[in-house]
């Protein structure tokens, strides 16, 4: 049984199929050829899945970047993702783009925030937003959303996916070093996902790459005691099972999550579930009693800081 204050994130996972199910059904504004994703952290996921299901059609990036180089935006439109709507870099950028994008539409659980009134529409999340919590539906529901705008679907059996998902809650593994999360096309933002879980409530060193460049770069550091956790979905070559079976052949830590599912939509939320229950599970295993970044005082004022 999950520890307290768990509980809460374990009941808000058991409630999460019958949520999305619901907002799945909702008709959501598309985004059109030439669109701009913006999110951080888990929005840079859900903004980067926007990228590869319209097919390279839509944009995927950081809010500095876009405050950076407004220009980027001019004559289209850009699509903020941002559950609680507070966050500094997104308001900046939006206040930089106003008048050079086309319109700027908000994802956010947050109607009255700042950002919402920056921007000319909103796509209200079906969700209360509750600060300093570890996104879990948070994250689900932004890239639903998303999916929804740029890949023309949204619906599918979410719990029978979930289901699926709690039976291969053993393939994620974490090492003494550094914990690797590895996709392809769609895949990658599931790996940016793990890593940023991997951080946030365990603590540990993690780090995202596409599944090809893992074997041009990190490779050549790669440690007894690291672990590389390698998602198959979106992997039409095989690569992920090669790599996975030469790295143990090798005598490292190597670890493949299946794909399942037959839409793009069934298998990314397929491994973004492995992922939520395999670090709850890590959690419990390691008796922690609450996300390990809201034990790092320090750090946490810092990131709020920067953040906000």
């Known amino acids: 049984m999950v520890r307290a204050p768990f509980q809460a994130l374990a009941e808000e996972l058991k409630e999460q199929a019958g949520i999305l199910g619901g907002f799945s059904k909702s008709r959501l504004p598309k985004a059109r050829n030439g669109s701009i994703f913006v999110g951080a952290g888990d929005s840079y996921a859900a903004a980067m899945a926007g990228f590869y299901l319209s097919g390279g059609k839509c944009v995927a990036l950081d809010p500095y970047s876009l405050a950076s180089t407004p220009e980027i935006a001019e004559g289209v439109e850009v699509f903020l993702i941002s559950v609680s709507g507070?966050?500094?870099?997104?308001?900046?950028?939006?206040?930089?783009?106003?008048?050079?994008?086309k319109k700027i539409t908000l994802i956010s659980a947050?109607?009255?925030?700042q950002l919402a009134k920056l921007s000319d529409d909103v796509v209200k999340l079906p969700m209360d937003y509750v600060p300093r919590t570890p996104g879990m539906v948070s994250f689900t529901l932004s890239l639903l959303a998303v999916m929804k705008m740029t890949g023309g679907g949204g619906e599918c059996d979410f719990r029978a996916l979930y289901a699926s998902a709690r039976k291969e809650k053993g393939k994620l593994g974490w090492g003494k070093g550094t914990t690797y999360f590895?996709?392809?096309?769609l895949g990658y933002p599931a790996a940016l996902y793990a890593a940023a879980k991997t951080y946030e409530f365990l603590g540990f060193r993690a780090h995202p790459e596409l599944l090809e460049e893992f074997s041009h770069m990190q490779l050549f550091s790669l440690t007894k005691s690291d672990v590389v956790n390698v998602f198959s979905c979106f992997d039409p070559s095989g690569v992920a099972r090669k790599l996975n079976s030469a790295l143990g052949e090798q005598g490292y830590r190597a670890r493949e999550v299946p794909s399942r599912g037959e839409s793009a939509i069934e298998r990314l939320f397929h491994a973004v579930f492995v992922t939520q229950i395999s670090v709850m599970e890590k959690a419990e295993e390691m008796r922690l009693g609450k996300p390990r970044f809201l034990s790092v005082r320090g750090r946490l004022r810092v990131s709020d800081g920067m953040i906000y």
Request: charged content about 20%; hydrophobic content about 40%.
């Open 110 to 113: 947050n109607e009255e925030s």
């Open 182 to 185: 590895l996709g392809n096309s």
């Open 86 to 101: 507070r966050t500094s870099s997104n308001i900046a950028a939006a206040m930089r783009v106003r008048g050079v994008a």
